[in-house]
């Protein structure tokens, strides 16, 4: 679909998004010195970096979900760990703890791996419930309370969560609170041809590239406020409205989106537009983040399981459902 003209979207003050451009352009390019591919994926994740929201990637061992929030987030030059997500994590291990010092002769808190920028939760659904929603309080507060102390999270603060297809063995399904608070649901498939034969290339010839960081966390912070200045039309949130409304009475969803999904999609959008430097949003914008927004906050009904169907498919034919506001 071609982008609309400006002049039907955007009646209203014009703001200047060429700093978050330059930002994610640099920062996509730098990433991909290292990771190959990718590139919607990468995208995506620097949208959420924008709105301030969680990110949960799906895909099976090997295809580098790792390396790729570990790259990321040090091109951002902001603070990055990893927890290993395991059946024994307990939830004092990711929030940290009150511990006696002896010198001090008083207990002091020894903070745990959430007080970073970035915090990737590695194979977390390999993790009991218990210690899974420990995150809650941290990915929706942006605080952690340890033993009635509460401690507010540096920003920017964004976790990118990692798990595995829920067939494979050793993990549990993500409580349905939990999986809401992730802003996009994102897939990592196989590496198409040329891709799988680039990655043996670079390692054949033994390049193991390294990024610089083209950001810091004042600047992201800065990007985000710019970023809430972008325009949106009272006809593109309806537009955004009659999806999330149609992902409540539609006969293949049991359960459709609440109106957290209506501000995700709201506020995506307008980082997406100032990623691609407009001041403004189009409903393209709106249609190329539909399925990462909604597919984790959709229950299919079993009737449309049994015919083949996913919640991928059945939130495309949404969107080729809803009319295009012109």
Not at 47 to 57: C, E, K, M
Not at 70 to 97: M, N
Not at 215 to 223: F, V
Not at 268 to 284: E, F, N, Q, W
Request: net charge negative.
């Amino acid at each position: 679909m071609e982008a609309p003209d400006k002049a039907k979207y955007y009646d209203h003050e014009e703001i200047d998004v060429t700093p978050i451009r330059e930002i994610a352009q640099e920062v996509l390019s730098e990433v991909s010195r290292v990771i190959v591919g990718y590139g919607e994926i990468l995208q995506q994740l620097f949208i959420a970096l924008l709105v301030n929201g969680h990110v949960l990637l799906e895909g099976v061992p090997g295809l580098g979900k790792t390396v790729m929030a570990k790259t990321f987030a040090k091109t951002l030059g902001i603070s990055f760990r990893r927890i290993q997500f395991t059946p024994d994590l307990l939830p004092a291990d990711i929030t940290g703890t009150k511990i006696f010092d002896q010198n001090e002769g008083a207990f002091v808190l020894q903070r745990g791996p959430l007080f970073a920028n970035m915090v990737l939760a590695d194979e977390i659904n390999r993790a009991a419930p218990k210690t899974q929603s420990a995150l809650l309080e941290a990915m929706a507060e942006r605080q952690i309370t340890i033993e009635g102390q509460t401690l507010i999270l540096e920003k920017p603060f964004i976790v990118v969560a990692t798990e595995n297809p829920v067939e494979m063995e050793g993990t549990y399904p993500l409580p349905e609170a939990q999986v809401d608070r992730f802003l996009f649901k994102l897939w990592l498939d196989y590496p198409d041809q040329d891709e799988e034969v680039e990655i043996m290339r670079r390692q054949i010839s033994g390049e193991s590239p390294s990024v610089d960081p083209i950001t810091a966390g004042e600047e992201i912070l800065a990007a985000q406020k710019i970023m809430n200045l972008v325009y949106i039309d009272d006809r593109i949130l309806k537009y955004v409205r009659d999806i999330i409304l149609k992902t409540r009475n539609h006969p293949q969803i049991a359960l459709g989106c609440g109106p957290r999904a209506s501000l995700t999609l709201m506020k995506s959008a307008k980082a997406r537009a100032a990623i691609l430097g407009r001041s403004y949003v189009t409903p393209d914008d709106v249609r190329a983040l539909i399925v990462p927004a909604l597919n984790h906050r959709i229950l299919l009904k079993p009737e449309a399981e049994l015919e083949g169907l996913d919640s991928q498919s059945v939130l495309k034919s949404i969107v080729e459902e809803i009319p295009v506001p012109i």
